[in-house]
């Protein structure tokens, strides 16, 4: 129900703000906001969970999406605008943002065993990129359909976002059907005082820290190349309409989730940090033809042949973060590297929205993120190579 929404929205997201009056440049700064503000929330509630709930802050987080879809559908008002996003929670990328990815894991790794791990991680990531290629796909489709039969362009944007909205309530409500299972045990002891305490990690803080950092990074290039601003590529540069991008990234997300589902498989062959470099590097690799290709029949191959690799070190990487860390740290450990990837996220918007306003810049995005991912890769491979998760260590 998540990731469907986060699909619908991210087609039309940047097409519905610019729709409303905004420029490039202003929609660049409130996408960044918008995921500072994520960070924020999500650092405050997924430290917190595995001591007040992870039910109770799943139910917050899906009514703070709720509240922001609904702010962004009634107002033109730039400052309003950034209040919902700093506060709410929006996806601009079609990706997890806010407190559930983080707790979640935690929540699966708390009742399934270590060899069993990844290969569930990765039918989750599977069933959300699903779901967000759907969203996709119905977003752009809504939106194109609407304004013909019985609203303007900018009303049709704008029904999917209130309909974005109407999505947080039913997820609202279906968090709180959730199993007491999925709690941390009473028994487990807490963090320590200080800053363990605040950050809910102790024991892992090295680990925490060292992923945190490496996570920034390749999130911080991942950013240049938010879905939203990938499908506003395609249509300044080749022209493409709202429900053609919404096809194409319905494919390029089914094809994602196909790519998790495989990612488990082979780590059980080359462990969980191998699997996770040597799928990601020539996905990024990839990422740097795109905007060479002369036409768009090129530049869709190969954007999806990217997306069939590109999404087989998610799963793997949400394994290991629950696999070296102390089980009763699990929640806070997803909560801030997921917290350090949305930080990291969350600057590089600024920059492409800038870039976006002067039409000989265009491509670049591509660039810096495809060179930036690359690094990540062989600084992961670097420092993690020889910390062996609990399943390879037997």
Same mark, same amino acid.
């Given at each position: ?87 709410g929670v929006i996806s601009p ?100 005082? %200080?800053?363990? @305490?605040?950050? !809910?990690?102790?024991? =892992?803080?090295?680990? /925490?820290?060292? *992923?945190? &950092?490496?996570? #920034? ?112 740290e699990r929640s806070a450990a997803?909560?801030?590297? %997921?917290?350090? @990837?949305?930080? !990291?996220?969350?600057? =590089?918007?600024?920059? /492409?929205?800038? *870039?976006? &306003?002067?039409? #000989? ?34």
């Amino acid at each position: 129900m998540r990731l469907f929404a986060y699909g619908l929205i991210s087609v039309v997201l940047v097409f519905y703000l610019v729709g409303i009056g905004l420029t490039e440049s202003q929609t660049g700064l409130l996408l960044t906001l918008t995921l500072i503000g994520d960070t924020g929330i999500s650092l405050y509630l997924t430290t917190r969970a595995d001591r007040f709930g992870r039910r109770r802050m799943l139910i917050i987080g899906a009514l703070l999406m709720a509240a922001a879809g609904l702010v962004f559908a009634l107002t033109r008002n730039f400052f309003w605008l950034v209040g919902a996003g700093t506060i709410g929670v929006i996806s601009p990328s079609g990706n997890e943002v806010g407190p559930f990815l983080s707790i979640e894991q935690a929540a699966l790794s708390h009742v399934v065993s270590d060899r069993t791990r990844t290969e569930v991680f990765a039918w989750y990531t599977l069933t959300g990129s699903f779901a967000t290629a759907l969203g996709a796909l119905v977003g752009g489709a809504l939106s194109q359909s609407l304004p013909k039969v019985v609203m303007s362009q900018v009303n049709g944007y704008r029904a999917v976002v209130v309909l974005y909205s109407l999505l947080g309530i039913v997820l609202a409500l279906l968090f709180t059907r959730v199993s007491r299972n999925a709690e941390a045990s009473p028994s487990e002891p807490g963090a320590a005082g %200080g800053l363990g @305490r605040i950050f !809910g990690v102790h024991k =892992s803080r090295h680990v /925490v820290a060292k *992923l945190s &950092a490496l996570f #920034a990074v390749d999130a911080f290039a991942g950013g240049f190349v938010l879905q939203s601003f990938a499908a506003y590529w395609f249509y300044l540069r080749f022209g493409v309409k709202p429900a053609a991008l919404g096809a194409i990234f319905f494919w390029a997300n089914v094809l994602s989730g196909i790519s998790a589902l495989l990612a488990s498989r082979l780590a059980a062959r080359l462990g969980l940090v191998r699997t996770m470099v040597l799928t990601h590097l020539p996905s990024n690799i990839l990422l740097l033809l795109v905007p060479l290709m002369p036409n768009v029949e090129l530049a869709v191959v190969v954007l999806l042949a990217r997306f069939s690799i590109s999404q087989m070190d998610v799963p793997t990487r949400q394994s290991y973060t629950m696999a070296v860390v102390s089980s009763e740290e699990r929640s806070a450990a997803a909560g801030i590297t %997921g917290v350090a @990837r949305t930080t !990291g996220a969350a600057i =590089s918007p600024l920059f /492409v929205g800038f *870039l976006f &306003a002067r039409p #000989a810049l265009i491509n670049v995005p591509f660039y810096i993120a495809g060179g930036l991912k690359i690094v990540y890769d062989l600084l992961l491979y670097k420092e993690f190579i020889s910390t062996k998760p609990p399943e390879e260590s037997v």
